[in-house]
């Protein structure tokens, strides 16, 4: 049987490595191929997190000293393991202003 200590501990070493991965996808994204595979250990890594953490409280452990939290968390990974296969191919989502443009626009001037 396995131990509910290491399924929590399986559990935030997925979510951790996804958010990290996650937080640098603009590094990988100078490569296409790079960004494509990064995105694809993202939603592996993220599904098997919402997995595990369905898992955890069927074990009898807890994640963070809660034995509610770990179901809801499985869910929002589901949701961001959809947005990580988004490709938005940096198309301006936000409309803002964007800091390098504006370097640009003012030296062509």
């Known amino acids: ?3 509910a200590s290491s399924v929590e501990l399986l559990a935030e070493a997925l979510c951790g490595i996804s958010a990290v991965l996650f937080t640098f996808i603009a ?4 490569s296409p191929r790079a960004e494509q ?5 993202i939603f592996v890594c993220l599904l098997a997190a919402a ?17 509610y939290l770990p ?18 191919k940096g198309e301006n989502v936000s409309f803002g202003a964007n800091p390098h443009s ?8």
Do not use: D, K
């Open 71 to 88: 179901r809801p968390l499985a869910l929002f990974c589901v949701i961001l393991a959809i947005s990580a296969r988004m490709n938005i």
């Open 37 to 41: 595979a990064v995105q694809n250990v």
């Open 1 to 3: 049987m396995v131990e």
């Open 27 to 30: 590094t990988f994204s100078r």
């Open 102 to 109: 504006i370097g640009r626009s003012s030296e062509e001037e």
């Open 51 to 67: 997995a595990v953490l369905w898992w955890l409280p069927t074990l009898g452990g807890q994640l963070w000293g809660s034995s």
